[in-house]
Every structure is written in structure tokens, then in C-alpha cells.
């Protein structure tokens, strides 16, 4: 029987000495819940973020992200984004320390969905047709908008299955939880959804029986299982 040990690591918001200590620790894998720094309020923060990923890497430990809100902050966080791409998560599924992962980042904004009903736009190549040439982002969708929850990615996600789902938003009983939340992670088949976001640790469970577990600010919390 194989242990399984991942690190997820709560909004950081530029505070990187909790997950350092941690690393001592020596995690098979470590999750960032996204809010990497507190963009143009931090301007060493997007260098301090590459560090704390580096060292991750640096021990041996597999490294995964998800965007938070504030990651579109500064061209140097979102170029962080960018160098780091192979291990963002968000609309993928992969094995992470064994595990099947579903990652799904940003945050819902009433201009695009407002996490129930029709979205306002469908599609990515919707969104883009919508925006002014001068608002697009390397002609893509806006820079607003790359922490922006997407609908179309909600929907690709639900079509295969995981066991585990990372999400910077939370979902219901979370006091500003969303149900669409709840029913992905039931249409995926995973077991726990793990979010962050509202800088609170705490255990729940879903009215379906799925595990919940919210990760404070800077806060480490560590899943450890036999498989």
C-alpha cells in the first residue's frame, strides 16, 4: 500500500515562510490555492512566488497551481503564470502524487456568469469577438479576464472524472459558496474539493457526502492517505 502525501498551501498573498518551513517536511507534492502576491500593493511579490516554486521543485516535490483572483494584477505575476504553465492546473485533470486532480481557478465575475443561469458569453472565441482590439491581451481575451471564472471551463472539466477537486472559489455550505461547484465535483466523481480564497480553514462535507476542505491564508494543510 502506497502513501500519498500532498502539501496544499492557502492563498500566499506574498507570505512564503509557512509552506518553507513545511517543505522540511519533504511532501511528495505541493498545491498552491492561487493569490500568488498582492500584485501592484507587493511589487517584489511575483519574484518572491518563483522563488517559493522553485524551492518546491527544488527538493523533488511535484508542484501544481491555480490562479486566484489577483493574479492578473501586474504583467510580472502574470508572466509568472506564463513561465510556470506546466504546472497550472486549472481545466486540467492529471495525477498528482497518484491522485487524479481536477483543477479549476479564478473567480466568478457577473460580466462573463454569475455562476448560475446562461453565461453571458459561451465561448472564449465569443469573448474575444466582444472585445475591443485595444482591450485584448496578446489578442486574446482580456487581461481582466484571465482570472476570470470561465463557464466553458466548468463544462469541459464535468466531462471526465477525478478524485480530488482544487478550486480558488468555494462551494455550498461555504457561506459565499456557489452550487455549481458541488454539482461538478459530483458529475466528476470526486471525493474532496479543496478551495481557498476566503482565507478560512475549516472542514464540511456537501449534502452528496463530498468531503470539503477550505485552506486559510498562508496556511498549510497537509493530506496524507494510504492507497
Known amino acids: 500500500m502506497a ?135 496578446k489578442g486574446g481575451i482580456p487581461k481582466a479576464h484571465r482570472t476570470t471564472l470561465m463557464p466553458w471551463t466548468v463544462e469541459e472539466l464535468r466531462s471526465q472524472t477525478t478524485d480530488l477537486l482544487v478550486t480558488h472559489e468555494a462551494p455550498l455550505p461555504h457561506q459565499y459558496g456557489f452550487e455549481f461547484i458541488n454539482r461538478l465535483a459530483a458529475d466528476m466523481g470526486a471525493q474532496l474539493v479543496v478551495h481557498g480564497h476566503h482565507h478560512r480553514t475549516y472542514s464540511d462535507v456537501t449534502k452528496d457526502g463530498i468531503s470539503i476542505q477550505g485552506v486559510g491564508l498562508a496556511h498549510v494543510w497537509r493530506l496524507e492517505i494510504e492507497m
Open 3 to 137: 502513501s500519498r502525501d500532498i502539501l496544499f498551501y492557502g492563498d500566499p498573498h506574498g507570505r512564503w515562510d509557512p509552506l518553507y518551513e513545511a517543505l522540511d517536511g519533504r511532501p511528495m507534492a505541493v498545491i498552491v490555492l492561487g493569490d500568488l502576491a498582492e500584485a501592484k500593493l507587493d511589487p517584489g511579490g511575483a519574484e518572491r512566488a518563483r522563488e517559493a516554486f522553485d524551492a518546491v521543485l527544488n527538493i523533488g516535490a511535484q508542484l501544481a497551481f491555480i490562479v486566484g483572483n489577483h493574479d492578473a494584477g501586474t504583467d510580472e505575476l502574470w508572466r509568472l503564470v506564463e513561465d510556470y504553465d506546466e504546472f497550472r492546473i486549472d481545466g486540467r485533470v492529471l495525477e498528482i502524487d497518484g491522485i487524479r486532480t481536477a483543477g479549476l481557478g479564478g473567480v466568478v465575475r457577473g460580466r462573463i456568469w454569475y455562476g448560475e443561469g446562461k453565461p453571458r458569453v459561451s465561448t472564449e472565441a465569443e469573448l474575444i469577438a466582444a472585445t475591443p482590439r485595444q482591450e485584448r491581451w
